[in-house]
């Protein structure tokens, strides 16, 4: 509790940084929200929300990473000097610092998504907000613990810096936005289900046009799509995960949240191999 308060003190005291995260998320999502404004329902504007979706998740997911990148290189010889001391272990420290920043997580997808998903004029349903916002929570979740990971494996910061972006290009390659899973080379298709943006990108969409939303409003006489079932065929996202109606959303937040677990984990243990290289 002890490390837990200065862990978060620390985030706290720096106010310009702490301010320019809640700015920026908010100027953000207010930008989006009037850039796609209302075009949730649109059965001719299906392509835009989808974009309007997938910006949200990127914007999200680099706004976690990017900034626990620099969380142990930049406090990585007082800490050594203070766990080599035996004044903490590895493991309050490690839980302390990693759990400081959740609350951030977890507050910021709910402004941003609050502000984007009721001026785009999504489905006015509690269940696919909740879900669309779980969706995003997790993401954020996940590549903060790819941040930890890279800030703990890099051998200096501007390595961490450079690395960090460079990671996420592949991760949103088979995200399936780009390039859908049939279009891809036999022996690269396995790398999608080693991206996590994968699972991202395909909760989203089951949570906007998933679970039976019906018919989509045509405001001109050609519509491009007239029902949620088409466009999800045309994201190449089937549904019905595990044989089980509606399940393919919960079956991705599953997925999200081993990969959260299994980042953090493996953070811990680089971290611990490198304290004991200095003894």
Same mark, same amino acid.
């Given at each position: 509790m002890? !490390?837990?308060k200065r862990a978060a003190q620390s985030v706290l005291r720096d106010r310009v940084f702490t301010h320019l995260r809640f700015v920026s998320i908010a100027s953000v999502g207010l !930008?989006?929200?009037l850039l796609y404004?209302?075009?949730g329902n649109d059965g001719n504007k299906v392509f835009n929300n989808t974009g309007c979706l997938f910006f949200s998740l990127l914007f999200l997911m680099f706004t976690s990473l990017m900034p626990t990148v620099l969380t142990f290189p930049m406090e990585k010889l007082v800490f050594i000097r203070e766990h080599l001391n035996n004044w903490y272990s590895l493991k309050s420290y490690y839980l302390a610092k990693t759990m400081a920043d959740v609350p951030f997580q977890i507050l910021l997808p709910v402004i941003y998504c609050s502000i984007v998903y009721f001026m785009t004029d999504q489905p006015s349903e509690g269940l696919r907000y909740t879900q669309f916002l779980s969706i995003t929570i997790l993401t954020c979740l996940?590549?903060?613990s790819i941040g930890l990971l890279i800030g703990t494996v890099a051998p200096s910061l501007p390595t961490a810096v450079y690395v960090?972006?460079?990671t996420g290009i592949p991760v949103l390659l088979f995200s399936g936005f780009?390039?859908?899973?049939d279009t891809i080379p036999k022996y690269m298709q396995w790398l999608t289900y080693v991206s996590y943006a994968r699972y991202s990108w395909e909760g989203t969409v089951c949570a906007i046009y998933g679970n039976k939303r019906g018919p989509l409003e045509c405001k001109n006489k050609r519509c491009i799509f007239t029902n949620s079932e088409d466009v999800l065929s045309a994201m190449d996202v089937e549904e019905n995960a595990l044989y089980l109606e509606g399940a393919k959303i919960y079956f991705d937040g599953f997925v999200l949240f081993l990969f959260f677990v299994a980042l953090r984990l493996a953070a811990y243990w680089v971290l611990r191999y490198k304290v004991k290289s200095y003894r």
């Open positions: 002890v !490390l837990f !930008l989006i929200g404004h209302g075009i996940v590549a903060q960090a972006p460079v780009f390039v859908n899973f």
